[in-house]
């Protein structure tokens, strides 16, 4: 990019014999040397993944790479209105204060969905909607409703494991969320909220 720009503006520098692209090169190694920069510019990169929520299997794949010294973390950031003035709440999801606060401690890894594999590493699947259903803590004809959204106009009724009715039409949990918020993708666990108990489903 630096040496499109030395092209474009040859009259400001004294190229002499070099290209644009050697001239570039040049000059910023003077600069690094002179900031004694040469040796570690650029040798450590940070990722920073920033949305209004995030899937399992992305926190699972950011919590990997965590694992494996791979500077990469995750921010939630979420609109609030507070007396007509608009503010951004911002949370770092990953990394945690440590990582060993994603890991559940059950003892019976076929109900919880604990898996071990020979290394010993655990993956938890937490319980999705069929398990909702088959503990009672869900069921047809409950509402449900957006955080952070007009209740009312968020609100939609439990059909099955699958589907709700939200304003006349049959849709996916998923689908309603979107809907509601606008936004491409949303973590409908982290999202929808049981209207009477007031709890989210990811925390049910």
């Known amino acids: 990019m630096f040496s499109r720009y030395i092209e474009k503006h040859k009259e400001e520098f004294e190229l002499g014999d070099l290209t644009p692209a050697e001239k570039g090169k040049r000059i910023i190694n003077d600069f690094l040397i002179s900031n004694n920069s040469i040796k ?3 040798q450590k990169q940070r990722i920073v993944l920033v949305a209004s929520s995030f899937d399992n299997q992305t926190l699972s794949a950011v919590a990997w790479l965590i694992s494996n010294n791979v500077d990469i973390s995750c921010f939630s950031i979420m609109p609030l209105k507070i007396n007509n ?4 709440q911002v949370d770092r999801i990953l990394p945690p204060p440590s990582i060993d606060g ?3 401690d059950i003892e019976d890894k076929k ?5 071990r594999n020979s290394t010993d590493i655990i993956r938890t699947n937490l319980p999705r909607m069929p398990k909702l259903f088959e503990w009672g803590l869900l ?4 509402k449900i409703y957006i955080k952070n959204h007009d209740k009312e106009e968020s609100m939609a009724e439990v059909i099955d494991q699958r589907l709700i009715n939200y304003k006349g039409k049959k849709i996916t949990c998923n689908q309603w969320g979107q809907d509601v918020t606008g936004w491409s993708s949303v973590c409908i666990y982290e999202w929808a909220i049981k209207l009477d108990c007031d709890r ?5």
């Open 40 to 42: 570690t510019f650029n």
């Open 102 to 104: 994603f890991y559940v």
């Open 111 to 115: 109900e919880a969905g604990v898996e």
């Open 200 to 204: 989210t489903l990811d925390n049910l």
């Open 85 to 88: 003035q608009v503010f951004l």
């Open 139 to 142: 069921k047809k004809g409950d």
